[in-house]
């Protein structure tokens, strides 16, 4: 047996060898047991659930996601632009870093994480910050590809960290890109990569 979506009547087909078992609209209830779940039309179009109706637990496993990084919710200060780069500390539990080779580092605003943890947290101000993985970045300064970040003078951006001023915690990541300029700009950054 198949379950199979039909975009063109927004229906789930449940189908044999031989012949079509039956159409459902909405949402499935009880088991279905089948051998393959496939659908029909474009890919990466289609959802399982919905975010107002979701599933609990899902038992699969994953080979690859379509985002590149790892965040997780913090209550912040205020509200925070994609790329800026934020340390724990402040009224709340994160806020903007501003300070070079800071050990408070927490990581980067994100956007779309392949996993985004503690997703019911509630606030006036909610940050996404990424902990791992590959994200923009805000960063100011001579970098090269490669090298180590920390956080800067410059309000929500990174730079190049001296061997010298290692301090344990202050590392957020590797550049993925070179950057010239003493005007912050964004490149992609590998988020805790020591």
């Known amino acids: ?19 079509v078992a039956g159409t459902f609209e ?31 637990t899902v038992h699969a496993k994953a080979t690859s996601a379509q985002y590149a990084d790892v965040a ?5 200060d205020d509200k925070y632009s994609p790329a800026t780069v934020v340390k724990i500390g402040g009224e709340k539990e994160v806020t903007i870093s501003t300070t070079y080779a800071d050990s408070s580092v927490a990581g980067i605003i994100t956007t779309n994480p392949a996993l985004l943890m503690n997703k019911n947290l509630q606030s006036e101000y909610v940050a996404d910050v990424a902990l791992t993985g590959r994200v923009p970045c805000q960063v100011v300064g001579n970098i090269k590809k490669g090298d180590v970040l920390t956080t800067s003078e410059k309000l929500g951006t990174a730079t190049k960290l001296k061997n010298e001023d290692f301090i344990p915690g202050c590392v957020i990541g590797k550049a993925l890109e070179d950057y010239n300029a003493q005007i912050p700009g964004i490149i992609e950054i590998m988020v805790g990569k020591v």
Do not use: M, Q
Not at 72 to 76: A, G
């Open 1 to 19: 047996k198949s379950l199979l979506w039909n975009e063109a009547t927004d229906k789930w087909t449940i189908e044999t060898e031989t012949f």
């Open 26 to 56: 909405g949402n499935l209830i009880g088991n279905v047991t089948t051998s393959n779940i496939a659908k029909n039309g474009t890919d990466g179009v289609g959802n399982i659930g919905s975010s107002l109706n979701s599933f609990d």
């Open 72 to 76: 997780e919710k913090y209550v912040s």
